[in-house]
C-alpha cells in the first residue's frame, strides 16, 4: 500500500522533464498523508499536460458524503477495472502524482519499523494515478480528487511489505495517462531501481514536518 509519501524536488527539475509550467503552489512536504492535497499531472481537453492539486481520498461521484473518501487513498490494480468506485476514472480520468519517496512500515517482533524508499538515483518520479470530481449538493463546492494504483511488491519492496504503489519513471508516464491498458501488465518494470533506508518514528504522526524526516538511521538497502 501507500500511505505516505514525499515531495520535495525543484520545480525546475519537474518542468525540464514534463515540459509543463510548475506552480508557485509547489512546495516541498516531507509527510503527505491522505486527506492532503498532492500535486498531480492529467492531461486537459487538448491532450497537453497540466498540473494540478488534488486531495488524497477518491471521493467517487455517485457519493453522498466525503467520508469515504477517507479510505480511498489506493486501488488494488488488480481489481481497478470492477470495483464500482473506481472503475470510471480507470477509463476515463487517468493522472500521475508527483513524488520523490515514500513510506512503508515493515514488522518485527511487534513492532513497526518505519522506512523510506526512493530511487536509486535520487530523482523524482510519479505514483500511478486515478481522479474523480465530486460535488456536495449542500455547498455547491467541487473537490478533485485522487487515489494511488497499489501492486503486488516486487523482489525489492518485498524485503519490506507484500505491497507497493505503482511508481513510474518520469520519462515513461505517457503510456499511463494515455489509457494503454498494456502498461499494466508489466508495471513492475516501469519504475526506478529503489532504495530504502530505516528513519525515525517521527514520520508515524501526519503533522509532522521537515526533511529531518528522511535522514537514514540505518545502511542503506539496495
Known amino acids: 500500500m501507500c500511505g505516505r509519501f514525499t515531495f520535495h524536488s525543484s520545480p525546475k527539475i519537474i518542468e525540464e522533464n514534463l515540459d509543463i509550467q510548475c506552480s ?3 512546495k516541498p512536504h516531507y509527510n503527505i498523508a491522505p486527506s492532503q492535497y498532492v500535486a498531480a499531472i492529467k492531461e486537459n481537453y487538448k491532450k497537453n499536460r497540466e498540473l494540478i492539486f488534488l486531495r488524497w481520498g477518491l471521493i467517487p461521484s455517485w457519493a453522498n458524503n466525503s467520508a469515504i473518501g477517507n479510505h480511498m487513498f489506493n486501488a488494488r490494480v488488480e481489481t481497478i477495472s470492477e470495483k464500482p468506485s473506481f472503475r470510471q476514472a480507470f477509463k476515463k480520468r487517468r493522472c500521475v502524482i508527483l513524488a520523490d519517496g515514500f513510506y512503508e512500515w515493515s514488522k518485527k517482533d ?20 486515478i481522479w474523480e470530481s465530486w460535488k456536495d449538493l ?34 515513461a508516464i505517457n503510456e499511463w495517462l494515455s489509457g ?15 532504495q530504502a533506508w530505516k528513519v525515525s518514528n517521527d514520520v508515524n504522526n501526519a503533522r509532522n514536518q521537515g526533511n529531518h524526516l528522511i535522514y537514514p538511521i540505518s545502511e542503506v538497502i539496495n
Not at 522506512?115 to 505514483?127: D, E, L, R, V, W
Request: proline residues 4%; contains cysteine; positive net charge.
Open 110 to 129: 511487534n513492532n513497526k519499523i518505519a522506512y523510506y524508499i526512493t530511487s536509486a538515483n535520487c530523482q523524482p518520479f510519479a505514483f500511478a494515478g
Open 24 to 26: 508557485s503552489k509547489l
Open 138 to 171: 449542500r455547498t455547491n463546492e467541487c473537490i478533485q480528487t485522487t487515489a494511488i494504483l497499489t501492486t503486488v511488491a516486487n523482489n525489492f519492496m518485498s524485503k519490506l511489505h507484500h505491497r507497493m504503489p505503482i511508481v513510474i519513471e518520469l520519462n
Open 180 to 194: 494503454n491498458n498494456n502498461f499494466l501488465k508489466n508495471v513492475l518494470t516501469k519504475g526506478p531501481k529503489l
